[in-house]
């Protein structure tokens, strides 16, 4: 169960968009639908951003958005605001003896 | 609305044992896989362990298989995660994480968590 890979970190100015990649391989990312993004706050708990690589679940902001390619998934978030400073964290369904793997994480600093 | 409300975490010394519970309402419980999720201090997610939505089937992350045991009861609306043989690196917030989707393993990503319980392993 090797952790899939995203960049440490990641920054933008407000109303910018930054993209987060999460790097797996065909037996997870690139397998499966199923990639899912986190966003976490200090303290919280983490919350559902973006489900089955690019479904966003109700409430989410429409300025977040998923898609996925080969092996890589990416979150983009458009119009950067001060509140979407947190860590995002992507996963993936890897199938063989039904794994769930997690990235390991991309602190977004909004400069 | 959906609420899953974990307890049971604590001070354990390595070697030794604790069992986790969370508490679900505001959904068919029954319906759904759950899993367990944890993070370590000032580390990212780690899969724990998974059960289907009735129990039949569990799966376990490579660091917890043989000593960590999932399970729920569906009457009570509950899921459990016993833990032995602790060691100090499972030290973590342990989260347990509804399923999105219907009688589902990953499908709809984890839509709801709880609030977290902390488990310290240390002499």
């Known amino acids: 169960q090797s952790a899939l890979t995203q960049p440490a970190s990641v920054s933008g100015s407000p109303g910018q968009s930054i993209t987060i990649s999460c790097t797996g391989t065909?037996?997870?990312?690139?397998?499966?639908?199923?990639v899912s993004w986190y966003q976490q706050h200090p303290g919280k708990a983490p919350k559902l951003m973006i489900y089955?690589?690019?479904n966003r679940p109700s409430g989410v902001s429409s300025r977040f958005s998923g898609s996925k390619s080969g092996n890589t998934a990416s979150l983009t978030i458009s119009g950067l605001q001060a509140e979407d400073e947190a860590d995002y964290y992507c996963?993936?369904?890897?199938?063989?003896?039904?794994?769930?793997?997690f990235g390991g994480g991309t602190k977004l600093t909004v400069l | 609305q959906v609420q899953l409300v974990e307890s049971g975490g604590g001070v354990v010394q390595p070697g030794g044992s604790l069992r986790l519970s969370c508490e679900a309402s505001?959904?068919?419980?029954?319906?759904?896989?759950m899993h367990w999720v944890r993070q370590a201090p000032g580390k990212g997610l780690e899969w724990v362990a998974f059960?289907?939505?009735?129990?039949?089937?569990?799966y376990y992350g490579d660091s917890v298989k043989g000593r960590f045991t999932i399970s729920r009861d569906n009457s009570k609306n509950t899921l459990d995660l016993q833990m032995n043989s602790l060691r100090a690196e499972d030290t973590a917030v342990y989260y347990c994480?509804?399923?999105?989707?219907?009688?589902?393993?990953?499908?709809?990503?984890?839509?709801?968590w709880g609030q977290g319980t902390l488990v310290t392993v240390s002499s």
């Open positions: 994480a509804k399923v999105g989707s219907i009688r589902a393993a990953a499908r709809g990503g984890f839509d709801y």
């Open positions: 505001g959904f068919t419980f029954s319906s759904y896989g």
């Open positions: 059960i289907r939505y009735d129990g039949t089937n569990k």
């Open positions: 065909s037996s997870d990312v690139g397998g499966y639908n199923y």
């Open positions: 089955d690589v690019s």
């Open positions: 996963s993936s369904y890897t199938g063989s003896i039904l794994d769930v793997v």
